[in-house]
Nanobody
Framework: VQLQASGGGLVQAGGSLRLSCAVSGHILSINVMGWYRQAPGKERELVANIFTVGTINYVDSVKGRFTISRDIAKNTLSLQMNSLKPEDTAVYYC?????????????WGQGTQVTVSS
């Protein structure tokens, strides 16, 4: 599985951005996909994830503002981010976890920078 993230940028507080992650490879082997972020000097944290069976999780700080979605037909994972805050500034990574040939894997896309100005 290969992941290609896009959509980051600079936005003012209160604005919106939409991140996309193009997925290729053994897509049917994916069990869960998600978005993580890492701010300077901080550990990488899970922002939201979506399981193939439909379960969705969000970190508390983004609930009600961010929406994760997966378009199976278009092989994309998206993160709609509304009401952005300066504390959302980070490098965002898409992630996939699954197994292929009974071998589990964790795959990361390259990061995309999101900067929210106050």
């Amino acid at each position: 599985v290969q992941l290609q993230a896009s959509g980051g940028g600079l936005v003012q507080a209160g604005g919106s951005l939409r991140l996309s992650c193009a997925v290729s490879g053994h897509i049917l082997s994916i069990n869960v996909m998600g978005w993580y972020r890492q701010a300077p000097g901080k550990e990488r944290e899970l922002v939201a994830n979506i399981f193939t069976v439909g379960t969705i999780n969000y970190v508390d700080s983004v609930k009600g503002r961010f929406t994760i979605s997966r378009d199976i037909a278009k092989n994309t994972l998206s993160l709609q981010m509304n009401s952005l805050k300066p504390e959302d500034t980070a490098v965002y990574y898409c992630h996939a976890q699954g197994s292929y040939g009974f071998r589990p894997y964790d795959q990361w896309g390259q990061g995309t920078q999101v900067t929210v100005s106050s």
